[in-house]
Each structure stands twice: as C-alpha cells, then as structure tokens.
C-alpha cells in the first residue's frame, strides 16, 4: 500500500504595505521614525525559523491540513514585544529569535520589511493591517502607542468591552481588511477583563505567471494518511519552472506575476517516506540549502484545486517554544503596555487563515490577535436582584438603627389570612 503522499505549501516574502515611505542616503523615512534600508535582513531568517517551529507545534484540522502565517505571528508578537518588560520580554524575544536586537532594532526592522516588500501590480496585491483595540478604562504608555502607531502603523481604538457594538466593530475591520475571506476574530461578548486586544490582517492574491488550462483540469485519485484514496480536482501546467529534487522529495517554485516577485514553493515527499519525515528535516539551514538548489527545468506540475479554512489557538504552541511567563497572570510582565498599575497577561493568542489555490492564482489570508487582560475589578454597572426564594426582612427605625420587625419568609402568601 502506498505511503502518505501530501504537499507543503510554504508563502513566503510577503508583501507588506506601508503608506508615505521616503529614501534619503539610503536612510528610509515612514512617518515620524527613521530606519536603514537593510535592516529587514536581521529578521527575515527569525520570521522562516519562527514558521517552521510552529509547525511542529500545532495540530492539525480534522481533515489533516495546516495553514498558518509566521509573519502575521511575528508582527502581531512584535507589537505585544514593545509592552513587555523583564523575563516575559526575554522569552518573546526568544519566540521571535530576536535576543540580540533591541525593541527599536526589532521595530525598525519591521519597519524596514514592510517597506522593502511593498509591491502591487494588476497581478499581485497584498494588504497588511494592524489594529491595536484598548479597553477605554484604560490607558497605553506614551512609548508603546507611539512606536506601535509609527513603526507598525497600527489603528489605535478605543474600545467599551461591555458594548454588544464592540466586538462587531473589531470583527467588521477584519473582515474589511481580508476582503471579506476571514469574518470574525472575536466572539460576543468580550470578556469584562479585557484590557487590550492585538491584530495583524494579511490579505494576498496573486495571479500565477503561468495560468493553469481549466480544461485540463481533472479528477485523480489522491492518496490519504488512513491508506484510502479519494478524487480530488488536479490542475496541469507543463512549463520550465524551478525545480529541484533529492532522494526524500521533489520541489517546484510556482511564481506570481509579470516580474515572477513571489512564489509558492510546493514540496513533495517520496513514496519511500512521508510528510512526518519531510517536515522533520524542515529547518531554517535547510531550507536556505534547498532553495539555492532551485534550477529552471522543462516539466509538468500536477497539482490539487483547493480551499482551506485553518483556526488554531496558539497559546500551547508559544508555551512550548518557551514562551511561558506571558500566560501567567502571576508573573506575566507587562508593565511598559498601560499607565496603569493592575497586573496585564496574554489570554490568548489565535490565528486564522484561508487559502484558495485555482487556475488563475491563490488567495490567501490571515489574521492574528493577541488578547491582553488583567483580573477581575468591581462592576459599577446595574445590579439584578431576583426575589425568587426564601429570603429575611428587617423594618428598622433608621435615626436609632433599632430594629423594629424581622422575619424569615419561606412561603408568601397573598391576601387576608
């Protein structure tokens, strides 16, 4: 019987968009803050390395599939980076492999990303988004709203958590910034402890540059992980295309657009091993090595029509790649988020994604949020109070604070006795 045969599908540099950017002697201007034109490259293998680890890390759907965004991951963490403080501070850096780069290095870094990345054409476009939602009880740090809003260009709003409105707007900007592809990100009712809730949205489509035939588009059969098979719709190119193989899997790179800027990489175990063997050889060293193994060669590609919708909770994930302290209330440190002083810790970190891959192109989008909150404070809203079983009265003169009737009532009656 056959052995497992699946695909990988990898996206990588993505493009990300930032508004008003400005080159002077090689020093780049975004708003207010300033940053080197390279200073991308110091987090480009830690965003690979952060993706691969976390494939390791979370399950897969119920049908085996697994589609998640290490750069929506690392910009969402990034923002969170800039509130943290001490050994909780120590241990994103460590998530994010930035122990030796400081928060405004990290943040011009990002910058610097977002900038070298930007590109839209008829065939390729990609929206980046992010959204920081604060809980107007409270108040952020001048210093962290500051580089979140300047280096990130992250939408600061406030929030009443207590409003049925409130997790429909946050909900409505996702929706809007993945083109409708992904619609909630947060469920009703907010949580009334909620202090903060961070977002990155990442919206992409890209045609391929060489289209695939919808007429030779066909059923085959597609083996599973159970050992059965099933029909699944395959698409055929024949082109010259970069390609690689070795003796566990063969690789193709799928490109996007006219100028061939970004790609889908789509890797192929073997039949003498599997996908469980592939990914346990899939790291940031080897992955470099394969990609400068990449030659254009004359060949066919088969490959599966699809649609996938992914959810994942990541708190677990995080927890494993050491990323502990940020969870615990106890001794999460948060302290350079809020003017205040009450105790902030990550409730939770989720991410969404879709992926549509066609003839023409894919489509993709993730979102990731990062949800702040502290302990429970009292409630001055309106009380309820439901006399509905057995109660005590008291009548009291209230200038003596004598008592002047009591009485326990277990069955009260109506009417004259």
Sequence with gaps: MKKLVKYVLLLFGLMIVVNGCGTTNGVVKSGDVEFEENDYKQIVSPNNELGFNLLGEVEPDENGNLFISPTSLLMALSMVYNGAAGETKEEIANVLQAEEIDVEALNQANTSLMSML?????????????????????????????????????????????????PKKINDWVKEAT???????????????????????????????????????????????????????????????????????????????????????????????????????????????????????????????????????????????????????????????????????????????????????????????VEVKTESAPIDGPFYMEVNRPFFIAITDDETDVILFMGLISNPKEGAY
């Design 179 to 369: 083109n409708n592809k992904i619609e909630e990100i947060v469920e009703a009712p907010l949580d009334p402890d909620l202090v903060a809730v961070l977002i990155n949205a990442i919206y992409f489509y890209g045609n391929w540059t060489y289209e695939f035939n919808k007429q030779q588009t066909e059923n085959r059969p597609f083996d599973l992980a159970d050992g059965t098979t099933k029909d699944v719709p395959l698409m055929s190119l024949k082109e010259k295309l970069a390609y690689m193989e070795n003796e566990s899997f063969q690789a193709i790179a799928l490109p996007y657009g006219d100028d061939e800027s970004m790609s889908m990489n789509v890797f192929l175990p073997k039949e003498n091993t599997s996908l469980t063997d592939f990914q346990n050889q899939l790291t940031n060293e080897n992955w470099n090595l394969w990609k400068s193994e990449f030659h254009k060669k004359e060949g066919t590609i088969l490959l599966p029509k699809f649609q996938l919708e992914y959810e994942a909770i990541l708190n677990d994930a995080l927890r494993h790649l050491g990323m502990t302290t940020a969870f615990d209330e106890n001794s999460a440190d948060f302290s350079n988020m809020i003017k205040e002083d009450d105790p902030l810790w990550i409730s939770q970190v989720k991410q969404k994604t879709f992926i549509d891959v066609n003839e023409e192109g894919t489509e993709a989008a993730a979102v990731t949020s």
């Design 118 to 166: 930007h590109h839209h054409s008829e065939q390729i476009k990609l929206d980046v988004a992010n959204s920081i939602w604060l809980n107007h009880e409270y108040h952020f740090q001048d210093v962290f709203a500051e580089n979140n809003r300047d280096y990130l260009n992250a939408e600061i709003e406030e929030i009443d958590v207590n409003d049925a409105e409130s």
